[in-house]
């Protein structure tokens, strides 16, 4: 059976915020003495290379200043849209006339990112009562995200229980059997953490059935070269370059860890001839 259809699901790292660089320059062009001109900015991002929190910071309060409102900039749901890497990974397989769909968005939290897989359907006009010769792949967002507590009852009932991992393990279990259940294969990653407790069954009573559905075993941006990591040109996402290189890294990886390895006994959906030598 052949995939003809690839669902995203994710947060802004899937949407394809950052693609907009360098482009981004060109709406500040104008005003010499703003700090986000081009020359200006790559200068700052050289001399806090590396420490995202500063950038990150430095970024937003430049935005707010400079009165910029990003999601008004009609351009920039055009270049996501177009340029972001989920759009690329598709691309790369040529040979096969594939439906592309990405509901990502800037999410909350994990189990919004699941909610949206139904939502982003019905958005969309697709009235999918199958997910037949479909390849889902969510991008999940930080754990932290999640971050949720549980006050038990009896004697202990004064005294909060993390239960942040388990509540994730089961938000991508729901995820796994909303689309196997209708006959689609699911496939995950880290965007930028990894909770190793989340694979740990002492932690997570759900880890053994979730584990032959990650597609890293570690973060998907750990995967880029020291040089590109730290270009994170807004201190938390990758810009047009560093994103076709994400696309390449997650087009040799689906193929490097073997079809049945990741989706079981069905190896079928890829033909071979698109595999990256």
Same mark, same amino acid.
């Given at each position: 059976?052949?995939?003809?259809?690839?669902?995203f699901?994710?947060?802004?790292?899937?949407?394809?915020?950052?693609?907009?660089?360098?482009q981004?320059?060109?709406?500040?062009?104008?005003?010499?003495?703003?700090?986000?001109?081009?020359?200006?900015?790559?200068?700052?991002?050289k001399?806090?290379?590396?420490?995202?929190?500063?950038?990150?910071?430095?970024?937003?309060?430049?935005?707010?200043?400079?009165?910029?409102? *990003?999601? /008004?900039?009609?351009?920039?749901?055009?270049?996501?849209?177009? $340029?972001?890497?989920?759009? =690329? @990974?598709? &691309?790369?397989?040529?040979?096969f006339?594939?439906?592309?769909?990405? *509901?990502? /968005?800037?999410?909350?939290s994990?189990?919004?990112?699941?909610? $949206?897989?139904?939502?982003? =359907? @019905?958005? &969309?006009?697709?009235?999918?009562?199958?997910?037949?010769?479909?390849?889902?792949?969510?991008?999940?967002?930080?754990?932290?995200k999640?971050?949720?507590?549980?006050?038990?009852?009896?004697?202990?009932?004064?005294?909060?229980k993390?239960?942040?991992?388990?509540?994730?393990?089961?938000?991508?279990?729901?995820?796994?059997?909303?689309?196997?259940?209708?006959?689609g294969?699911?496939?995950?990653?880290?965007?930028?953490?990894?909770?190793?407790?989340?694979?740990?069954?002492?932690?997570?009573?759900?880890?053994?059935?979730?584990?032959?559905?990650?597609?890293?075993?570690?973060?998907?941006?750990?995967n880029?070269t020291?040089?590109?990591?730290?270009?994170?040109?807004?201190?938390?996402?990758?810009?047009?370059?560093?994103?076709?290189?994400?696309?390449?890294?997650?087009?040799?990886?689906?193929?490097?860890?073997?079809?049945?390895?990741?989706?079981?006994?069905?190896?079928?959906?890829?033909?071979?001839?698109?595999?990256?030598?």
């Open positions: 059976m052949s995939v003809n259809k690839v669902i699901l994710g947060d802004s790292h899937v949407r394809g915020d950052g693609v907009e660089w360098p981004f320059h060109k709406l500040v062009e104008d005003d010499r003495d703003n700090p986000l001109t081009a020359k200006k900015w790559t200068l700052f991002l001399e806090n290379r590396g420490n995202f929190s500063t950038i990150r910071k430095e970024f937003l309060k430049q935005i707010s200043e400079s009165k910029i409102d *990003f999601n /008004s900039i009609s351009i920039l749901d055009q270049l996501r849209r177009e $340029n972001c890497w989920a759009k =690329l @990974f598709v &691309e790369n397989f040529k040979n006339d594939l439906d592309y769909f990405n *509901f990502a /968005s800037n999410v909350e994990n189990f919004t990112i699941a909610s $949206n897989l139904a939502y982003g =359907l @019905f958005q &969309e006009g697709t009235h999918i009562q199958n997910f037949k010769d479909t390849l889902v792949i969510a991008g999940l967002t930080y754990a932290q999640d971050l949720t507590y549980y006050q038990p009852a009896g004697k202990d009932s004064s005294k909060l993390n239960v942040t991992i388990p509540r994730l393990g089961q938000t991508i279990m729901f995820m796994k059997e909303y689309v196997e259940n209708r006959g294969h699911f496939a995950y990653m880290h965007i930028d953490d990894f909770p190793e407790e989340l694979y740990d069954p002492k932690y997570n009573p759900f880890a053994m059935n979730i584990m032959p559905h990650t597609i890293f075993e570690n973060s998907f941006y750990s880029l020291p040089d590109r990591y730290w270009r994170r040109y807004d201190g938390l996402h990758y810009g047009a370059d560093t994103q076709k290189f994400l696309a390449e890294i997650l087009y040799n990886k689906i193929h490097d860890i073997g079809i049945r390895d990741l989706f079981g006994d069905d190896n079928n959906f890829l033909n071979d001839k698109n595999k990256v030598s």
